[in-house]
């Protein structure tokens, strides 16, 4: 509607406003409000400031900016993750496992060989038999695991359970699609843990981060080979628990790990060796196991206990690790109630399917210790569900002299014994 039109408007609606304005003045208070309503309704959208009008439209959007706010830390989150995975990824690698296997085809032969020629012609030549033989063999893949890359002339950490077979063949498949032959320097006699080497330089490697510093509920990422098939998977969730023991079994082997960490970030079958990340693409623990069964459970064996034997593994070509000689049960409140112990926490020794408490002629043996003692302290730190007795065992070297204080019987006693080096046999 023009201007023109909008002051005819206003002229005939003030002389109709005009003539009727005494009587509604001078009636009941109700109807004063009549010329209030045809004000709001009739002529306000007309005279209104052009300023006014502009109005609505600037607050229409601060919903979108608003809205735009509340996203920037998805965003942000989001932009985090891509980093840290584009970060450690080129450093990823995938571990093959080959084997020769026989080749097998059907083979013709004369069941009848054996009887007399007469007998032979009976059944003549118009009976084929066959049966399968082998024709020689092949080499072939038959499993697949994840590592990553831990200096620039090829040091890589595995999973010992991935490269446990000696006659096996390993070979390295990198992120940018190169082969490499991969030979197998070390595995850890205490831990699912081992460092494999290939002939290559200038590699990408990976940053280690500190699993100390680990809390409950911060983002974890695995990448690895899922399922021995899709390379450099990635996965994404939280830690979701700490300093956890479990019991791991498979290929008629068992084997108990301690202090790792739990995720619920998917670490499928082929994912073993793979690195588990925090948000600054650090490796914060090695992808190990997963709960079969369930579904947003696996573990990863802390980073910070194996940095000791990457370290040895630099050095010589090997890992040297301290040696005290005990099978133990970390007690819990659970377990001290039901046996009626005198302390809720520490290393109870005692043995089991795999041999004694105290292992025979062991330093902890030399020093006297017995099966069922409690070992409360390791020189003055104590013995906890978060500092078990492994891992404060790892933080010394071979030869290093150690306090144990223990309970006999409810009575406290210290012993002293000398670490050494543990023994290939075990």
Known sequence: MNINKRILILIIAAAFVGGILGSLI??????????????????KQFIQPKASQEQPSVSKQQPTTNNQQLYAPTVDYEQAVIKAVEQASPAVVSVVISKYVPVIEQCPYNPFSDLPPEFQQFFGEGFEFYQPCQKGSKLQEVGGG??????????????????????????????DGKKYE??????????????????????????????????????????????????????????????????????????????????????????????????????????????????????AIPINQVKKAIESVRKTGRIITPYLGVRYTMITEELAKKEKLPVKEGALVRGGQDGPGVVPNSPADKAGLQAEDIIIELNGEKVTQDNYLGKLIQKYNVGDTITLKILRHGK??????TLEERPKSL
């Open 26 to 43: 001078s009636s009941r208070p109700v109807e004063a409000n009549l010329f209030e309503n045809f004000y709001d309704q009739y002529l």
């Open 182 to 299: 991969a030979k197998v320097l070390a595995r850890d006699p205490n831990r699912d843990f081992a460092v494999l080497k290939i002939s290559a330089n200038n590699l990408p490697e990976i940053r280690l981060g500190d699993s100390d510093t680990v809390k409950l509920g911060q983002t974890a990422i695995a990448i690895g080979n899922a399922l021995g098939e899709f390379r450099n998977t990635v996965s994404v969730g939280v830690i979701s628990g700490l300093s956890r023991s479990v019991t791991a079994s498979g290929a008629g082997l068992t084997e108990k790990f301690e202090g790792l960490i739990q995720t619920d970030a998917a670490i499928n079958q082929g994912n073993s060796g793979g690195p588990l990340l925090n948000l600054k693409g650090e490796v914060i623990g090695i992808n190990v196991a997963m709960v079969s069964g369930a579904q947003n459970i696996g573990f």
């Open 146 to 175: 994840s590592g990553f890359i831990i200096s620039s002339d090829g040091l890589i950490v595995t999973n010992k359970h991935v490269v446990a077979d000696e006659k096996a063949s390993y070979t390295v498949l990198t992120n």
């Open 412 to 417: 406290e006693m210290e012993l002293k014994a």
